[in-house]
């Protein structure tokens, strides 16, 4: 017996076998979920199809196509998943900037790659939210990916951290609206991990390194460390558990100052 025996979860953000939803649909599988994931484009269809078939999912797994940009690929999606009944979880894993407003000086992030950023990485958890709502079950889970530079400067990471803070709003209202129904909403804050998202941050990987040399537990997070955590409040584990960011970063999170002269 699996922790999700007979629960539908919907992944979307594959994009490869680093990626944080990849480490949430791998555990979902584990607990014997039923997955449906969601893909961009060709190339990145290609890339889960290939990693459905390494890991013997491919026939466990169910792909549909999803450009949270547009309207009506939500709405198709929506449709698409209302003929195959209740959907139990959710998982949004999708954020993206344009790389020059990854680097450099905060002041310079133009209107256009600010809004950007913020409709990719913020607002289509609202929309994809949106799109799915009728079909959600009653004790449904919603799950996102943040992290902790929405609160804390990282960094280069500039734009995407106004977005990972409005995500992490967005996740407060979203479970004040729809607790009443039943539904939980709640966010992962996940440590550094090298996602292709994150590879787009100049620094990534001397983050990785200082959380192995600082964090509490002293070790860089792994993904199976997150698809673990999304288990739990994907699961009836985490029934009253709602609005909540939950830190799954070695402990780095509790840190007051971060040393400079790290190698």
């Not at 007979?6 to 997955?35: D, H, M, P, Q, Y």
């Not at 280069?156 to 607790?179: D, P």
Request: aromatic share 6%; glycine share 8%; with cysteine.
């Amino acid at each position: 017996m699996g922790l999700l025996d007979g629960r539908r979860c919907l992944v979307a953000g594959v994009a490869n076998k680093r990626s944080l939803a990849w480490g949430c649909t791998s555990a979902f599988l584990r607990e014997g979920a039923e997955v449906i994931l969601t893909y961009q484009n060709d190339h990145f269809k290609n890339t889960i199809e290939r990693l459905l078939d390494e890991n013997g999912y491919r026939q466990q797994v169910a792909l549909y196509h999803l450009d949270v940009s547009d309207e009506q690929s939500l709405t198709d999606l929506g449709q698409a998943i209302g003929r195959h009944g209740k959907l139990d979880v959710l998982v949004h894993s999708i954020a993206h900037a344009r790389t020059e407003d990854l680097e450099g000086s905060f002041l310079q992030v133009s209107r256009e790659g600010f809004g950007f950023a913020l409709d990719i990485s913020a607002y289509s958890l609202v929309s994809l939210t949106r799109a799915l709502r009728d079909h959600l079950s009653a004790d449904a889970s919603v799950i996102t990916m943040t992290y902790h530079a929405g609160e804390r400067v990282v960094p280069n990471y500039n734009v995407m951290a106004v977005a990972k803070q409005a995500l992490e709003t967005i996740v407060r209202y979203l479970a004040a609206e729809l607790g009443p129904a039943g539904v939980r909403v709640n966010a992962v804050s996940a440590g550094a991990v090298k996602t292709l998202a994150a590879s787009g941050v100049k620094g990534i990987s001397h983050s990785i390194k200082t959380y192995e040399a600082i964090a509490p537990l002293r070790r860089a997070v792994t993904i199976e460390e997150i698809g673990d955590a999304a288990v739990f409040l994907a699961s009836p584990l985490s029934r009253a558990v709602t609005g909540t960011i939950m830190f799954v970063d070695e402990g780095f999170h509790v840190l007051g100052s971060v040393p400079t002269n790290l190698p």
